[in-house]
């Protein structure tokens, strides 16, 4: 299985990829290096945009261009024009706070979690719903670090992680009111012996596809909640996985090169790159905003 680096810089904590069908193009971030990046399927060519702050998360908009949560709030970016506009202002009570991980369901609502910037294993992290009338709505607090935001394909259950915490959560979940029934776990991994849980993809078949940080590699749970598969990776600390490419079967991960050591750098050109594997496996496509 060939793993193509196909980043043309090297981020410091990339993040959040998403696929759009309709420009046959990849976005993501580089979170602690304020860069957004859109790379051209097939030719792979990258543009890239300075955020004006550390962007944690971004989504789609059915009505074009970005969603993109920063430090201090939600803005809409259209690409074309550079253009940033603040919709909804997000956690002004804690500005020690960042948005960390994000995705739409299929009504077209925005889901983020928040997490300290400075001190992670601090629980002033948040878990919102922002609906497409920009009305905000705070589901969960005490979180350190949200992450592996996902729903199944027919968008009955939820699935979040906190990283820290090593748990896959569960929840029944209304498409229809954006509301959550009881949670159970789902899964536990061990971050010392595995990596620790970060972002998470679906497949068509319900598979949750989750990056390991520190741990190199992307693993798929079932239905049953076991590990199925797993693709090891050349990044040590991969971030996030999301399906593309023109049949859904192309797997993007981005991966972090923070607090990695010059030898491990040198040894691993592939640490804060994004990584791009052809694989079996039809993924869900993710949803826009709908605001």
């Given at each position: 299985?060939?793993?193509?680096?196909?980043?043309?810089?090297?981020?410091?904590?990339?993040?959040?990829?998403?696929?759009?069908?309709?420009?046959?193009?990849?976005?993501?971030?580089?979170?602690?290096?304020?860069?957004?990046?859109?790379?051209?399927?097939?030719?792979?060519?990258?543009?890239?945009?300075?955020?004006?702050?550390?962007?944690?998360?971004?989504?789609?908009?059915?009505?074009?261009?970005?969603?993109?949560?920063?430090?201090?709030?939600?803005?809409?970016?259209?690409?074309?024009?550079?253009?940033?506009?603040?919709?909804?202002?997000?956690?002004?009570?804690?500005?020690?706070?960042?948005?960390?991980?994000?995705?739409?369901?299929?009504?077209?609502?925005?889901?983020?979690?928040?997490?300290?910037?400075?001190?992670?294993?601090?629980?002033?992290?948040?878990?919102?719903?922002?609906?497409?009338?920009?009305?905000?709505?705070?589901?969960?607090?005490?979180?350190?670090?949200?992450?592996?935001?996902?729903?199944?394909?027919?968008?009955?259950?939820?699935?979040?992680?906190?990283?820290?915490?090593?748990?896959v959560l569960r929840y029944p979940f209304d498409a229809d009111t954006g509301t959550l029934g009881a949670e159970t776990r789902f899964f536990e991994f061990n971050a010392r012996e595995i990596g620790g849980v970060d972002g998470a993809?679906?497949?068509?078949?319900?598979?949750?596809?989750?990056?390991?940080?520190?741990?190199?590699?992307?693993?798929?749970?079932?239905?049953?909640?076991?590990?199925?598969?797993?693709?090891?990776?050349?990044?040590?600390?991969?971030?996030?996985?999301?399906?593309?490419?023109?049949?859904?079967?192309?797997?993007?991960?981005?991966?972090?090169?923070?607090?990695?050591?010059?030898?491990?750098?040198?040894?691993?050109?592939?640490?804060?790159?994004?990584?791009?594997?052809?694989?079996?496996?039809?993924?869900?496509?993710?949803?826009?905003?709908?605001?």
């Amino acid at each position: 299985m060939e793993i193509i680096n196909i980043a043309s810089e090297r981020a410091n904590l990339g993040e959040s990829p998403v696929w759009s069908a309709g420009e046959s193009a990849l976005y993501w971030v580089d979170i602690n290096g304020c860069r957004l990046h859109r790379a051209q399927y097939p030719s792979l060519s990258i543009q890239s945009w300075v955020t004006p702050s550390r962007a944690g998360m971004i989504a789609l908009r059915s009505s074009g261009g970005l969603m993109v949560a920063m430090v201090d709030g939600i803005y809409a970016f259209d690409p074309d024009a550079e253009n940033w506009q603040l919709l909804v202002a997000l956690e002004t009570d804690q500005p020690g706070n960042r948005p960390n991980d994000g995705k739409c369901d299929a009504a077209g609502r925005l889901w983020v979690g928040t997490m300290n910037i400075e001190d992670p294993m601090q629980p002033t992290g948040s878990f919102y719903r922002i609906d497409t009338d920009l009305s905000v709505e705070k589901i969960a607090g005490e979180i350190r670090i949200p992450n592996g935001l996902a729903w199944s394909p027919d968008d009955r259950l939820l699935y979040r992680t906190d990283t820290r915490s090593g748990l896959v959560l569960r929840y029944p979940f209304d498409a229809d009111t954006g509301t959550l029934g009881a949670e159970t776990r789902f899964f536990e991994f061990n971050a010392r012996e595995i990596g620790g849980v970060d972002g998470a993809a679906m497949d068509a078949d319900g598979g949750y596809w989750a990056a390991l940080y520190g741990g190199s590699r992307v693993v798929r749970i079932n239905n049953d909640g076991e590990i199925d598969r797993e693709i090891p990776l050349t990044a040590k600390q991969p971030t996030m996985p999301c399906f593309g490419g023109p049949e859904m079967k192309t797997l993007f991960v981005t991966s972090a090169a923070q607090n990695l050591d010059e030898a491990t750098l040198a040894a691993g050109p592939d640490n804060g790159g994004l990584l791009m594997v052809e694989t079996d496996v039809i993924g869900h496509p993710v949803h826009s905003f709908r605001g």
